[in-house]
């Protein structure tokens, strides 16, 4: 399905000012993704998001998107494919299967609370979503260990973003506003309207394009994050100098490596 579409899209771009090696490049990325689709070969890296005074105190976790790698031992990292998919229009397909993936995987896990990724291209709450709704409404314990975060990469369609989330708080979720500050992150969160979590981006902890640790710039986003949701998370803490930074910033919650390494399962 994902296969037929891509093909459509890309039979279109060829109108488009687009080089040959270009749209085989799109091809190329299409076939790999409907493939690992259709044989199941996606893996998670599972990474929790961590009270910033006890590390075993933890929100949830994160599932970062992995897809081995035809060379032993390696692994193609989301940034290879999302904005192709993106780009022509296909990250609904993706989202969906990854979403339905891992609501299988809560089934099996009754002790895992898991968020998911999403793009703000695929937050319309419409018959592509219809299934799994149904089985979220069937199973509110369920849906209460689903955190669905919306990625900044795209914009939000106005009005449909807070439609949907509304839906899926309604059903148990909790809603996440991926990397704050940066992309579309801020301008998501104001769509929303009062999101459960606000994940501020690790840019932030280096003020931005200096390179250098800078408290304002941190404590600035803390503070607008606070206004609109309850939880606020500091991403990228990769040391003990960045969990300082963030606690000073006033955050409750980090992610990074320094505070929880993740852990890769396969999908269920």
């Not at 459960?196 to 503070?223: C, E, W």
Request: a negative charge; hydrophobic letters at 45%; glycine letters at 8%.
């Amino acid at each position: 399905m994902i296969a037929q579409a891509a093909g459509e899209t890309i039979a279109h771009s060829l109108e488009q000012p687009f080089l040959p090696a270009q749209i085989v490049s799109d091809m190329d990325t299409v076939e790999m993704i409907a493939g690992a689709i259709e044989s199941d070969r996606f893996l998670f890296e599972f990474q929790p998001v961590c009270h910033i005074e006890r590390r075993d105190r933890v929100l949830y976790r994160e599932c970062l998107l992995r897809l081995p790698s035809e060379r032993p031992n390696e692994v193609v990292l989301p940034g290879a494919f999302i904005p192709t998919l993106e780009r022509l229009g296909l990250m609904r397909m993706l989202d969906r299967y990854v979403v339905r993936r891992v609501v299988a995987l809560l089934r099996t896990r009754p002790d895992l609370c898991l968020g998911v990724n999403i793009s703000a291209q695929s937050a319309v709450d419409d018959a592509w979503w219809g299934g799994m709704l149904s089985d979220l409404s069937a199973e509110p314990g369920l849906a209460q260990r689903l955190v669905i975060e919306i990625t900044e990469t795209a914009p939000l369609r106005a009005g449909c973003g807070r439609v949907f989330a509304n839906r899926l708080r309604q059903l148990g979720c909790r809603i996440a506003i991926d990397d704050f500050g940066v992309g579309y992150g801020v301008e998501t969160g104001i769509e929303i309207r009062s999101p459960d979590i606000i994940k501020i981006d690790g840019s932030f902890l280096y003020g931005m394009n200096t390179g250098q640790y800078n408290i304002h710039p941190l404590a600035g986003m803390v503070r607008l994050a606070s206004k609109l949701a309850c939880d606020v998370v500091v991403e990228g803490v990769e040391n003990d100098a960045a969990l300082r930074l963030a606690r000073k910033a006033g955050a409750h919650w980090v992610q990074g490596h320094y505070v929880g390494e993740p852990d890769i399962l396969p999908l269920a």
